[in-house]
């Protein structure tokens, strides 16, 4: 990036204030410049990590989101600026076949985000052993710290045959992951971001295709403590990055979750029913009676319900949250929406009353025949649509079309690893399970 002298004597001044050589970040908390993303919870301080160790990968693939001004800078300064406030101090190292440390400061280190200076940090840039820069990123991880990855996480080989190694890949991937969570619990936080592409792109037959003023997709991995990513999840507002697209976090999470849940009342109610006091209290409903289907209308013979549910806690996107495919249900009843309750305008007062500040969804249920058992239903831990989507292995076109050019070689198999080690190690196949009693 390049900057107009004035500018870039005031972008010193202000990095020389905020960091130090060695990034400790030593501020004033009462400072009105702190962003309030970067705010710490007094509540949680034992979760504020005392280091975090940020990685880029500077392989020849890489060069197309440094040429000139990109998305990809300007999210990634905000991005270790933010990071900063979390932690005491932060590292920053380029990385391929080794680490580099780099010693020069946070917006020196973004100024000089340029192909060039990933030739002179070395190593070797020809291809991409993913395996091996995330088995190098595992062992920097550690009780007090998150470790974080940016790369295009493209598997390559050098002569090519990529595709072929595919799934030796994922099972390379899955060891690497499996034999350090056998050692240490440790949470993955994957994030997905695009920026603008100017350079060369090189397929699964290691070829090098030019691609000029093309978004592609890069991603962020931090790995480190449940709790310390946790924190940065509720801390970093990851919506503000300009090419920031989703997020998949693998968690330790062994036992399901027990969320808030209530029956409503009068939302999305087809037919009627009574409280069951037997599975209630005074801020919810958990069983229902005297049921009965709708008697006219076009919902005559029909009988459905909704159930609100606080999922603040549960480590998944919105999208993944409302999406319909990721619940299971008992063959009784059919999932027909799940809607935030911040978008929804006609709950009458009763409803509202009840779930105000402690539900953050609503599941509208219908019945799919005339008997009407007890409703369970969970949250599935499955892969997000959008890695299936962004996942390819033909990229042989990717010159001209666009479909190609908004997805990731090999990206399934690198994340399905990545998941097959959780699940054997922690397993697990739900989020949460919620059974409402229904009694006609």
């Known amino acids: 990036m390049r900057y107009p002298q004035a ?14 050589c060695d990034y400790r970040t030593g501020r004033n908390q009462e400072s009105a410049s702190t962003p309030e993303t970067s705010q710490s919870d007094p509540g949680k301080e034992n979760t504020t990590p005392s280091f975090y160790h940020i990685f880029l990968e500077n392989s020849g693939s890489m060069d197309g989101y440094v040429r000139g001004i990109t998305s990809f800078e300007d999210d990634l300064y905000k991005l270790l600026i933010d990071v900063s406030y979390l932690a005491d101090s932060v590292q920053v190292s380029y990385i391929n076949t080794r680490i580099i440390p780099y010693r020069g400061g946070i917006q020196n280190f973004i100024n000089n985000l340029e192909p060039a200076s990933f030739q002179e940090r070395g190593g070797n840039r020809s291809s991409s052993n993913l395996n091996q820069i995330l088995n190098q990123v595992l062992e920097e991880v550690d009780k007090e710290g998150v470790s974080m990855l ?32 056998q050692q240490e619990p440790f949470a993955t936080y994957i994030i997905k971001l695009n920026s603008e592409f100017n350079g060369n792109y090189y397929n699964k037959n290691d070829q090098p295709v030019n691609l000029q003023g093309v978004k592609r997709p ?32 693998l968690t330790t999470q062994t036992d399901e979750l ?23 209290g005074s801020d919810y409903v958990r069983g229902i009676q005297n049921v009965e289907a709708a008697s ?35 063959e009784a009843y059919s999932l027909e929406s799940v809607q935030p309750t911040e978008v929804i305008k006609n709950i009458n007062t009763r409803d509202f009353a009840v779930i105000e500040g402690k539900a953050t969804h609503v599941l509208t249920f219908m019945a799919q025949g ?40 090999g990206f399934g198999y690198l994340v399905g690893g990545v998941e097959e080690a959780y699940q ?7 989020y949460f399970s919620i059974e409402v009693s229904v009694n006609k």
């Not at 027990?258 to 209630?280: A, C, E, I, L």
Request: aromatic share 16%; proline share 2%.
């Open 218 to 249: 890069y991603y962020v991995w931090l790995i480190g403590k449940q709790a310390l990513l946790d924190q940065f999840k509720n801390q970093i507002r990851l919506n503000t990055l300009e090419g920031f697209e989703n997020t998949y976090m």
């Open 424 to 430: 054997n190690v922690f397993g697990g196949n739900t």
């Open 296 to 330: 006219r209308g076009e919902a005559e013979g029909q009988f459905g319900f909704a159930v609100a549910v606080d999922m603040s806690d549960i480590p998944v996107d919105q999208e993944y949250l409302t999406h319909t495919v990721n619940y299971q249900v008992n």
């Open 258 to 280: 027990q969320p808030y849940f209530t029956v409503m009342n009068n939302f999305n109610k087809t037919g009627n029913f009574r409280t069951d006091r037997n599975f209630s």
């Open 370 to 409: 005339k008997s009407y058992p007890d409703l369970r239903f969970s949250l599935k831990k499955q892969t997000p649509a959008w890695v299936n989507a962004t996942h390819t292995e033909n990229d042989m076109n990717i010159k001209t079309d666009s479909t190609q050019q908004a997805r990731t070689f």
């Open 7 to 20: 500018v870039c004597l005031l972008s010193f001044y202000c990095s020389f204030c905020l960091f130090s």
């Open 150 to 181: 940016i790369s295009d996480y493209i598997f390559s080989a050098e002569g090519g045959n990529t595709a072929e190694r595919l799934n030796n890949q994922k099972i390379s991937i899955y060891n690497t992951f499996r034999s350090k969570l």
